[in-house]
């Protein structure tokens, strides 16, 4: 007798007429397979949806709707299944029979046909049969379930492992952006300290030449008489080299090397001082606002170059308010915890200057500060403002920022340190000072041109001059028995700087004045020594008021 192994398999029995679904159900028993007799279509259907390997019914059990109903069934099977069917028939013969059993293939697709009368060991061998194909179908179904699972969780893990891709990514996107963002302003820096040290050498040496050109022009002028054309055409070149002196201090300024005479400052009461001024210069259209907090510290800046970077900053906003605007002048306290944007921890004041214009695009921002950039034409800016309130910003020990958006406007942040106003002892000269008789000076220089116009110039003044033109032949003058008055000594020389010069005269002479006339800010010689300045170019007026200073009995 055939006998099935595995785990007990269900067959269902449909056969309403008879004996025959009992005796079936009995062979289902000896061949190892539980049978489940059905009573109706409604319990077949039920039973089918709870799982069964193979059905067994006669041909009239599906008479009438039974065959729609389980076919059906069969259409909703899942794509896995192939439901097997084992029918039952009988020798009947004909069209109307054999079209019937053409439709149970057709409808119920796994069918197999068992003619009665039947043997035992037919129907045993054909569930049996069936029940194999059956439980091959469930492999398929396990193995199908078991790829879906695969590829489901495949897909979780190709998921997860692309949103940490995703991630990854973004990240080493933002690092590339932060890192682009650093080379750029580590690139503009170095740009703008190159053109700073080139400008910086460029305004030193037309300084010079601009010393030359001032002096011989201010001796002229005393010689020439009382003709007014000549004076006219020696006044007008004058005047035109000191154009040339204020270039150069712009020049000098965004270098960062200009001479600064920092000392405190009032801040609000400088703005306010310079208020019809700026008022003057923007004209009708544009509207002045000034707003401050109401206690602000004294600032270290020189105060002469402050007013000058606020008046660029106040001409710079007109220019961009054609048809009239508002500009606002804001003093604000700010106390920095920590070093933050270039700016030491302490305590600063921000002037900020802010327009209602056309405003900036990025790429015109990011060139604003560079020297002669411009926006305003040709002969309409030397493109200096920004860049000299940029390098005084810095040089001062602060800083400047700027802020613009295109249809918005700008906005220009000064940032200033405050000082105590006490920390700064500014020397008055408004107390007179007695005439200076005629003195012997020792001029040092290494520029025959500069050396001639101020020997001139001290020579009109009515002074003794010996000339040097190096540090060590000066040395070599005073070791002779030269014994001057004065020493008035240029700093950038080859071979002995003028605060080296100065160092060693001292050392020998202690009561020496020496007075220095550079162009620089920043000294550098072998040791640091405390030296009045005399800035390059000047005139013949500033010159005598500082031997004055350093010659008269309150020196």
Not at 258 to 276: F, H, Y
Not at 288 to 299: N, S
């Amino acid at each position: 007798m055939p006998h099935l192994n595995d785990a007990i398999a269900s067959c269902l029995i449909m056969m309403p007429i008879g004996r025959d679904a009992p005796a079936c159900a009995q062979l289902m028993r000896q061949s190892g397979v539980a049978p489940r007799i059905c009573g109706s279509s409604v319990m077949l259907l039920n039973s089918l949806d709870a799982g069964a390997e193979v059905v067994l019914l006669t041909e009239e059990a599906l008479y009438g709707g039974t065959l729609d109903d389980v076919a059906g069934w069969v259409e909703r099977q899942p794509p896995w299944s192939d439901q097997p069917f084992i029918i039952l028939t009988n020798r009947n013969e004909g069209p109307r029979f054999a079209a019937f059993r053409a439709a149970l293939v057709d409808k119920l697709h796994n069918v197999a046909f068992l003619e009665r009368p039947l043997r035992a060991i037919s129907v045993q061998t054909a569930v049996l049969t069936a029940v194999r194909g059956r439980r091959r179908q469930y492999q398929a179904r396990a193995f199908l379930e078991a790829q879906r699972g695969a590829a489901a969780e495949l897909e979780r893990l190709v998921t997860l492992r692309t949103e940490a891709l995703e991630l990854a990514n973004a990240r080493l996107r933002d690092e590339a952006h932060q890192r682009e963002q650093a080379q750029a302003a580590l690139l503009q820096a170095q740009k703008i300290e190159t053109i700073g040290q080139l400008v910086g050498g460029v305004a030193h040496d037309f300084n010079n030449l601009l010393m030359a050109v001032l002096g011989n022009l201010d001796v002229l002028a005393r010689r020439i008489g009382d003709d007014p054309r000549q004076l006219r055409l020696v006044n007008g070149a004058i005047e035109g080299a000191r154009r040339g002196a204020a270039l150069t201090q712009r020049l000098l300024a965004f270098a960062r090397k200009q001479e600064l005479k920092a000392e405190p400052t009032d801040v609000l009461a400088l703005v306010l001082s310079m208020r019809d001024l700026v008022e003057r210069s923007v004209g009708p259209m544009v509207q002045v606002r000034v707003t401050a907090h109401a206690t602000l510290p004294a600032v270290s800046i020189d105060p002469n170059q402050l007013e000058m970077a606020l008046l660029n900053l106040a001409v710079n906003a007109r220019d961009a308010m054609a048809d009239g605007g508002t500009l606002s002048i804001e003093l604000s306290l700010h106390h920095l915890t920590q070093a933050e944007g270039g700016l030491a921890a302490g305590t600063y004041v921000c002037l900020r200057v802010s327009d209602t214009g056309h405003g900036m695009d990025e790429a015109t921002l990011a060139k604003a500060i560079e020297p002669f950039f411009s926006t305003k034409g040709v002969g309409k800016g030397t493109g200096l403002g920004l860049s000299m309130v940029h390098g005084l910003a810095n040089q001062s020990g602060g800083a400047f920022r700027l802020e613009s958006a295109v249809g918005v406007g700008t906005s220009a942040h000064l940032w200033l340190p405050a000082v105590d106003a006490g920390a700064i002892v500014v020397e008055s000269n408004s107390a007179p000072r007695a005439a200076v008789r005629s003195v012997t000076i020792l001029l040092v220089d290494d520029d025959p041109l500069i050396a001639a116009s101020t020997l001139a110039l001290l020579e009109d003044l009515g002074h003794r001059v010996v000339e040097a033109h190096s540090g060590r032949e000066a040395l070599d003058l005073v070791a002779g028995g030269l014994a001057p008055d004065l020493v008035i000594t240029d700093h950038a020389m080859p071979g002995m700087t003028g605060t080296d010069l100065a160092v060693k005269l001292r050392a020998r002479h202690p009561a020496l004045p020496i007075l220095l006339a550079t162009g620089y800010a920043e000294l550098k010689g072998s040791q640091p020594v405390d030296l009045p300045r005399l800035a390059k170019p000047y005139d013949q007026a500033r010159l005598s008021l500082e031997i004055s200073r350093l010659l008269s009995p309150q020196a």
